[in-house]
């Protein structure tokens, strides 16, 4: 026995030794762990409720237990409270048991002192409430019961005759239905009928990784947010697929601001089966303008316009011009150009520093690519990455960049007076997929001579759900080369924490939205702080992107992220004009 002990009083031994048996023996779950959330003693009760062994849970992270809706709200409600000792918080969530199932129960936690010889700790008790489900169950069946011989009944013949017009899944008009709809509205006088054509992006994703029926949840309640936001005589429609359409008698203004209100209201994360997924769209709003309008005509305009807002970037409105020329023959122009200009030399690579927030040096940058348009000067790449993503071009372009990329950095890691840094290249979907990718980078580096760990390749959350074994393989291949992952834009796809387990992940790029909302919306801030909380708990670095000002830049101090990106330090600068910044910082 320590001395430590030895010297303690008496009643403290006692208390201890009461404590501990009432720890061992009480008749709900009980866990401590220590300040970092490590699990540090769990009881027999909790074990047996979960079916767990010691065994499985000492030593690992409390949060591990939950799944990631849960993990964030423990994490923003829960862990903010435990700084006070002695206060309690208590919250509802669930715990994922040993056979994957999902436990509901009450959490109540709680942090003592520190004292001699013993560590502050964090206390959990966990009460199992396992009616909860079957109630809300029973009082789901029971309400459709009502509601099926209620409605139904009186119906039956009606809902017959109009099955033909309606969504199977979500019970909206179908695109018979909608024609209808809009045929009668335009009839109907000298109102104008607007539409809102609504693409939800990245959906493919939702249902290749989490499966067809979260898919079908997810499509059941967008329909559901779209009703909420429009009037209530306003028609939505389920035209395939994700693709719904409101039509209501709106002008251009009324159209585009619903719009606006229909890209906030999917902007609020629905939970999917256990899963918080935050929903996005693209929107194309057409409006009639002419009595010779038909249906067709409308929801070709609309379509049109919806199609400019992905190209555009996507979680976005777009109004259909008349006088513009449409968008595929565009795309198609741009497309020619793109490649032609690939061939031609016309890419550029421009660096924005990476600065460890730490020491304030820069540790690294990000290559992103422009194009030197002989017309139109230089291009940004949100005017021509989509283009080149659809029609698989960004195969040839992102050989390009990772080529340029790595023999700049090779270049500046010959250079004995600059301190090395690390080069981030992105690489889309497509590249991705390529089983070819690890040969290309093999390649590239060893032609170049470039150390692999200087090398960062950047994956959205949406590349990696995209065929997240495939996605799984290349990253494991890479990793093993030496080169370094990172999740970009992370908090905007439909990636869960879960997911991201599987992939040998380095770092967590914190989207540009929620660095932006830094001391202006707390939801922001929750949000920054649960990522760089989630990167540290996964052993894995956390770079905040899109920094503008040194509030955010305080903010993210406080927060201990590890690095951080934007025009707050930097804008993305040539190669030339990065070597004199970084001068010019360094005072050399
Ligand atoms: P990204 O990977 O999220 O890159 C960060 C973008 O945010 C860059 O835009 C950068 O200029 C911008 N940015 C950085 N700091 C700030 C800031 O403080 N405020 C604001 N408002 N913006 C900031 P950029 O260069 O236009 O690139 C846009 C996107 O295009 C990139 O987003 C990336 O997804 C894609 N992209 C760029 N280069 C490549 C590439 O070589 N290959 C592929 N596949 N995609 C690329
Ligand atoms: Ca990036
Ligand atoms: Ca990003």
């Not at 923003?76 to 509802?92: I, K, M, N, R």
């Not at 409605?151 to 809902?159: F, M, T």
């Not at 992952?485 to 939205?513: C, N």
């Amino acid at each position: 026995m320590s001395t430590a002990a030895l010297a303690r009083p008496r009643d403290e031994d006692d208390a201890r030794c009461g404590e501990e048996a009432l720890f061992r023996h009480a008749p709900c779950g009980y866990l401590t762990t220590d300040d970092d959330g490590t699990i540090t003693r769990v009881n027999d009760t909790f074990l047996g409720w979960a079916g767990y062994r010691h065994e499985d849970l000492l030593g690992t992270s409390v949060t591990r237990l939950l799944p990631v809706g849960d993990r964030i709200l423990y994490t923003t409600h829960c862990v903010p409270q435990l700084v006070t000792v002695g206060a309690v918080s208590e919250v509802v969530l669930e715990v994922v048991a040993a056979d994957r199932s999902r436990r509901a129960c009450l959490l109540t936690a709680t942090r003592t002192a520190a004292s001699p010889g013993r560590p502050a700790e964090v206390r959990l008790v966990v009460l199992s409430i396992p009616e909860r489900r079957a109630y809300e169950q029973q009082l789901v069946g029971a309400l459709r019961r009502a509601e099926q011989s209620e409605a139904a009944r009186v119906q039956a013949e009606e809902d017959l005759r109009r099955q033909a017009l309606r969504d199977a899944l979500t019970g909206l008009p179908n695109r018979a239905g909608l024609d209808a709809e809009v045929t009668r509205r335009l009839a109907g006088g000298d109102a104008p009928v607007g539409l809102l054509f609504v693409d939800l992006d990245h959906f493919a994703a939702v249902n290749a990784s989490l499966g067809t029926a979260a898919g079908d949840e997810l499509l059941v309640l967008v329909a559901g947010r779209l009703r909420e936001c429009a009037r209530a005589s306003a028609t939505v429609a389920r035209l395939s697929g994700d693709e719904f359409v409101v039509a209501d008698h709106l002008d251009g203004a009324a159209a585009a601001a619903l719009a606006q209100r229909v890209l906030e209201a999917l902007a609020v994360p629905v939970v999917v089966q256990g899963l918080e997924i935050v929903g996005s769209a693209s929107i194309g709003v057409a409006v009639s303008a002419t009595a010779a309008d038909t249906a067709e005509r409308l929801l070709h305009h609309a379509a049109v316009a919806v199609h400019r807002a992905k190209a555009r970037g996507r979680r976005r409105v777009e109004v259909h011009d008349p006088t513009h020329t449409d968008a595929a023959v565009d795309r198609l122009r741009l497309l020619g150009e793109l490649r032609r200009g690939i061939a031609d030399g016309e890419l550029r690579l421009h660096y924005q520093p990476r600065i460890g927030l730490a020491a304030g040096t820069m540790t690294g940058v990000e290559a992103l690519v422009r194009w030197q348009h002989p017309v139109r000067g230089l291009l940004p790449p949100g005017e021509f990455i989509d283009v080149a993503e659809e029609s698989g071009l960004v195969r040839e372009l992102g050989a390009w960049v990772l080529d340029a990329a790595v023999a700049q950095a090779a270049q500046w890691a010959r250079d004995p007076v600059r301190q090395t840094v690390e080069v981030a290249v992105n690489v889309s979907t497509r590249q991705l997929a390529d089983p070819g990718l690890v040969g290309a980078v093999t390649g590239v580096l060893v032609r170049h001579g470039l150390d692999p760990r200087l090398l960062v390749l950047e994956v959205t959350e949406t590349a990696l759900m995209t065929d997240p074994d495939a996605a799984a393989t290349a990253l494991r291949a890479l990793k093993e080369l030496g080169v370094g992952i990172a999740v970009d834009d992370f908090g905007t796809g439909y990636a869960s924490l879960t997911y991201l387990q599987r992939f040998p992940v380095d770092e967590l790029k914190i989207d540009r939205s929620f660095v932006m909302g830094l001391g202006v919306d707390d939801g922001a801030g929750a949000i920054v702080a649960t990522c760089v909380q989630l990167a540290h708990a996964m052993g894995i670095r956390a770079v905040a992107e899109g920094v503008e000002t040194e509030d955010q830049r305080l903010a993210l101090v406080a927060m201990d992220c590890d690095f951080v990106q934007g025009y707050h330090f930097a804008r993305p600068l040539t190669a030339d004009a990065l070597e004199a910044w970084a001068r010019e910082r360094t005072g050399s």
